[in-house]
């Protein structure tokens, strides 16, 4: 009983891991700045893809490409990864500025 909850949590975690851009075969064996560039990237390609470049969207795709294999996984440099977070921060500021905008002119509208 026990080994079959076991089985059934892994499949659960696995599912999880997926869904958020994770290998789970490779996921206990990668460095964390790759971890969290990986993170970013999934995140990035999927919520604001709108707002990436060509080069921005192709520096991800090759960061996705490379993290689905273990070896390759295992040559990611640093550089790499950041680069890829200092795209999500570019992204981020983008989104911030956007944000405030919006607000501006939804407090601008309310005092009118």
């Given at each position: 009983m ?9 499949a659960?975690?696995?599912d999880?891991?997926?869904d958020?851009?994770?290998?789970d ?8 700045n790759?971890v969290?560039?990986q993170?970013?990237?999934?995140t990035?390609?999927t ?8 080069s ?11 993290c ?5 996984s ?5 550089a790499?990864?950041?680069?890829v977070?200092n795209?999500n921060?570019?992204?981020n500021?983008k989104?911030?500025k956007?944000h405030r905008k919006?607000n501006?002119?939804?407090?601008t509208?309310t005092?009118?």
């Open positions: 026990n080994a079959y909850k076991n089985y059934k949590d892994d659960l975690t696995a999880w891991l997926r958020i851009g994770f290998n075969k490779t996921f206990n064996t990668a460095k964390l790759v969290r560039a993170t970013m990237a999934h990035l390609l919520q604001h893809r709108a707002l990436l470049s060509n921005q969207l192709h520096s991800l795709t090759a960061f996705e490409q490379a689905s294999n273990k070896r390759e295992q040559r990611i440099t640093d790499f990864c950041h680069c977070m795209i921060t570019r992204i500021r989104l911030f956007q919006l501006k002119t939804i407090i509208a005092n009118i």
